[in-house]
């Protein structure tokens, strides 16, 4: 199982950014995908949640209207859009796998002036 | 949303001493489908989060049978029988039965 995510960057606040995660070594169509944050030196946060066709998607509250998960499963990936960004949504960005069975190393995201 | 409290935030350990995390959650894991979705996971300096627990006692592939999951309700522990050097890290416990899921606020394990 490989989870590889990429898209991170220095943003200003208010800015946008699309995270992807392409994934291998498993039934990537089968599978709930996630993403999940970690700010700098704290805990662990999910961010939101996709089931396997992409019609259920489930976000953390503070996210909820800004984030939009989403799938192409001819490509095996996974997306984050990220909109109106604020310095809070600085943090390393995980794609995980259902339930957090699988990780990948994770994608920085930088918000700042 | 669940609050998940671990106790206590910072371990330090003997190697080949035992060591014990406890979760306790704000509200019952037991979901409508009978199953308690706890799960643990353990994440070392510098690395990604890696899962070794999930559904309260259910071991992960390759991970070490040191590391057991007891609990019910709203009261969970991780033990591990034998503190290995390559368990320093970061443990962190996960209610996925009521959405939002969320974390502990994280067990730092050192060696003593």
Known sequence: VQLVESGGVLVQPGGSLRLSCAASGFNFATSWMNWVRQAPGKGLEWVAMLNQDGTLKFYVGSMRGRFTISRDNAKNSLYLQMNALTVEDTALYFCAGDRGVSWGQGTLVTVAS | ?112
């Open chain 2, 1 to 112: 949303d669940v609050v998940m409290t671990q106790s206590p935030l910072s371990l330090s350990v003997t190697l080949g001493q035992p060591a014990s995390i406890s979760c306790r959650s704000s509200q019952s894991l037991v979901s409508s489908d009978g199953n308690t979705y706890l799960s643990w996971f353990q994440q070392r300096p510098g690395q990604s989060p890696r899962r070794l627990i999930c559904k309260v006692s259910y071991r992960d592939s390759g991970v070490p049978d040191r590391f057991s999951g007891s609990g019910s309700g709203t009261d969970f522990t991780l033990k591990i029988s034998r503190v290995e050097a390559e368990d320093v890290g970061v443990y962190y416990c996960l209610q996925d039965t009521h959405w939002p899921w969320t974390f502990g606020q994280g067990t730092k394990v050192e060696i003593k």
